[in-house]
């Protein structure tokens, strides 16, 4: 089984900054992929960034330039760095792994609970 941790979401002014965290733990062979999605109120949730164990990254149009993904490998971390934030960047942030269990090595996806990112003046 493998657990996926999300910590830093919280209510930010316009302009602002955060840093969401993900730690995946439990019994696995490697990560193949990590990212994050968000779900906004009235929308479909959206990939905003994701990492593969090559190093490619990709990022939605609408947060190029402001947000920054990164991993850890040795801690099997997954950030996202948002800066100038907006308003419409509110959302339910969930974190994403694509994960090779053990033992049979499948590669299966996993998602976190979600962490609340409020953008507010």
């Known amino acids: 089984q493998v657990q996926l941790a999300e910590s830093g979401g919280g209510l930010v002014q316009p302009g602002g900054s955060l840093r969401l965290s993900c730690a995946a733990s439990g019994n696995f062979f490697d990560i193949n992929a990590m990212g994050w999605y968000r779900k906004a109120p009235g929308k479909q949730r959206e990939l905003v960034a994701a990492?593969?164990?090559?190093?490619?990254?990709n990022y939605v149009d609408s947060v190029k330039g402001r947000f920054t993904i990164s991993r850890d490998n040795a801690k099997s971390t997954v950030y996202l760095e948002m800066n100038s934030l907006k308003l419409e960047d509110t959302a339910v942030y969930y974190c994403?792994?694509?994960?090779?269990?053990?033992?049979?090595?499948?590669?299966?996806?996993?998602w976190g609970k979600g962490t609340l990112v409020t953008v507010s003046s």
């Open positions: 994403n792994a694509v994960v090779e269990t053990l033992p049979a090595r499948l590669a299966m996806n996993y």
């Open positions: 990492i593969i164990s090559g190093g490619s990254i």
